[in-house]
Structures are given as C-alpha cells and as structure tokens.
C-alpha cells in the first residue's frame, strides 16, 4: 500500500486546513487509517484515526473538538479536516495504515505498517 497526502501549508491561527492521503489498493476499505504529527524537535504523536471496521474515530484531546478525521472507501481517501488552528499545531503530518486493525491502540504507531510522506503544516499566530 502506498499512501500518499497532501494538503499541507500555511496557515493563520484560527483558520482551517484539510489534508488529504489517497491510497493505492483494493483493500483500502480494510484498513484502520490514522493521522500522526511530528512537531520541531518533538516525537511524533497520535491525532486522530478511523476505524476499518465500524468507522469509529479516535481523537487525541489535543485536537478533540477543532479536528475531524473522515474517510472515503470508494476514493480510497481518508481525510484531516483541520478547524481553529493553534500555532502549536505546527508539525509535519502523517497518514498511517494498518490492515484490520485493532480499535483498541489506534494510537500506536507501532501498530501501522504503511505510512505517508508527510505534509507540512505551519500555522502563524
């Protein structure tokens, strides 16, 4: 699977930003899809995924309320509707995949087999 994102830029605080990551595949619709950030100097961390199964989301409480993760089998997309951006979301984006994943560590990010490039997001205050 090669997952490729898009999206990314800058952006004023307070405004929106929706990111993007195509899959390539027939199996899209049986992966658990998440989004990961690392910010300078920072680990990566989780922000939020989508399950395969029933489409439940997960939300990191970073972002829970302001960041909504959606997805689209028949694109093969999954998407990071990004709203009332901070400054310290600043950080380099990552879309992840994990075949019939398990709901009950989605933000693990050794649970993911395939991963994005990466897409810049810099919000200015």
């Known amino acids: 699977v090669e997952l490729v994102s898009s999206g990314g830029g800058l952006a004023q605080a307070g405004s929106s930003l929706t990111l993007s990551c195509v899959a390539s595949?027939?199996?899209?619709?049986?992966?658990?899809m998440a989004w990961f950030r690392q910010p300078p100097g920072k680990e990566r961390e989780f922000v939020a995924a989508?399950?395969?199964?029933?489409?439940?989301?997960y939300y990191a409480d970073s972002v829970k309320g302001r960041f909504t993760i959606s997805r689209d089998n028949a694109k093969n997309t999954v998407y990071l509707q990004l709203n009332s951006l901070k400054p310290e979301d600043t950080a380099v984006y990552y879309c992840?995949?994990?075949?019939?994943?398990?709901?009950?560590?989605?933000?693990?990010?050794?649970?993911?087999?395939?991963w994005g490039q990466g897409t810049q997001v810099t919000v200015s205050s």
């Open positions: 989508v399950s395969w199964s029933a489409g439940s989301t």
């Open positions: 992840a995949a994990e075949l019939l994943g398990s709901e009950s560590r989605v933000w693990f990010d050794g649970n993911y087999e395939y």
């Open positions: 595949g027939r199996t899209f619709s049986s992966y658990t």
